[in-house]
């Protein structure tokens, strides 16, 4: 389980990044891999309103945006927020990134195409301000609750600190490592009971692809879906891609990993290996499957429907199975 931490401030050691940081030690010692985004380490230019997103679903703006964050934002089980107050808004590194995930906006609401993960995606807010105004959250509380839509998720929750001015104020204030401990452990526990699923295949660009797509979208609140090939391709099947637009599933931003990358972290309680002519996946003593479907690689659109189809019958029994 990936959790993401959005890290606003610019202030090096400041409030927020203690804040931020406790709270992702809390999440990693739940069991969640956890990574950081410091907004003002990256390259991210400002949205230019051209709206090519809104017709082809993508940014022309070439940055770290392109290069890892849209995948990030689209991998991550859990997207945790953290900021200080600027002017009642976030700083301009981190608005510069919430307002280039207008991108995944037009996907989901112009094209509308559905991120796979989008029902079980949870997000969660840290924020913190020098002064002690009723209203001082309200403002990014509406831009974070937004953003987390676009990006597929809902904000479950926040905490929010008042009077927090000088470097090392958080560090001191008395509750504040309690408050994170509970409020981490709320966000994460209904996820940590997902039954984890590793679909195989040769290069992790179609079939293990369309599956774990499927399994997430319909049971991605009681699945963690891990996919992987043993020989990784660069990138995912452009018709494959084109396949799943039809379902409405968007499948944009996704990469190709190794299994051994899949599984580094986090053991799978079943394995389902595709059909890779040899296996492509074994762990002794896991549950094992050969769905023993053909490579759709190279073939026309209507073998591709074909595989699509018969992996998403599969993977609604499977779900049964569960239940
Ligand atoms: C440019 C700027 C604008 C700020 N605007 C506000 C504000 O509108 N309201 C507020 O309560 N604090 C405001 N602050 C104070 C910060 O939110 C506060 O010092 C916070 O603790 C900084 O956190 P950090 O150490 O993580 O950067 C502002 C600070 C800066 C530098």
């Known amino acids: 389980m990936l959790a993401l931490g959005l890290q606003g401030s610019p202030r090096k050691n400041g409030n927020t990044s203690f804040l931020l940081s406790a709270f992702m030690n809390e999440l990693e010692k739940l069991g969640a891999q956890v990574k950081i985004i410091d907004a003002d380490k990256k390259n991210i230019m400002p949205c230019i309103e051209c709206s090519v997103c809104e017709k082809e679903g993508f940014c ?9 964050i849209y995948t990030l934002l689209r991998q991550a089980d859990v997207i945790v927020v953290a900021t200080p107050i600027f002017f009642y808004s976030a700083p301009a590194q981190l608005k510069a990134l919430i307002d280039r995930s207008q991108a995944l906006w037009a996907r989901k609401y112009k094209l509308k195409l559905n991120d796979p993960g989008q029902k079980f995606k949870r997000g969660f807010l840290l924020a913190i301000g020098a002064t002690r105004g009723k209203n001082l959250f309200e403002g990014l ?8 839509d ?38 994460i526990s209904p996820l940590l009971l997902r039954k984890k699923i590793l679909f195989a295949c040769r290069k992790n660009s179609c079939r293990s692809q369309i599956a774990s797509a499927f399994a997430q979208h319909l ?21 494959m891609i084109e396949a799943m ?14 299994i051994e990358k899949a599984i580094a972290e986090v053991k799978p309680d079943i394995i389902i290996n595709m ?9 002794p003593g896991v549950r094992t499957e050969d769905w023993d479907l053909p490579d759709p690689a190279g073939k026309p659109i209507d073998f ?20």
């Not at 904000?155 to 408050?179: A, C, F, Q, W």
């Not at 637009?245 to 190794?258: H, I, N, V, W, Y």
């Open 141 to 148: 509380t509406l831009t974070i609750k937004y953003f987390l």
């Open 245 to 258: 637009r039809e379902k409405g599933l968007d499948m944009a931003f996704r990469k190709p990993k190794s």
């Open 219 to 239: 049971a991605g609140d009681k699945i963690e879906v891990l996919s992987g090939g043993s020989r990784p391709a660069k990138m995912i099947n452009p018709i």
């Open 60 to 68: 022309p703006l070439d940055d770290d945006m392109s290069s890892d």
């Open 304 to 323: 591709m429907r074909n595989i699509r189809d018969e992996i998403e019958k599969r993977v609604v029994s499977l779900i049964k199975d569960f239940e």
């Open 275 to 283: 059909g890779c002519g040899e296996k492509c996946s074994f762990l």
């Open 150 to 187: 676009a990006v597929g998720a809902r904000l479950d929750g926040s905490l929010t600190y008042r009077s927090i001015e000088k470097p090392g104020d958080m560090k001191k204030h008395p509750s504040v490592l309690n408050d994170v401990k509970e409020e981490a452990k709320k966000l």
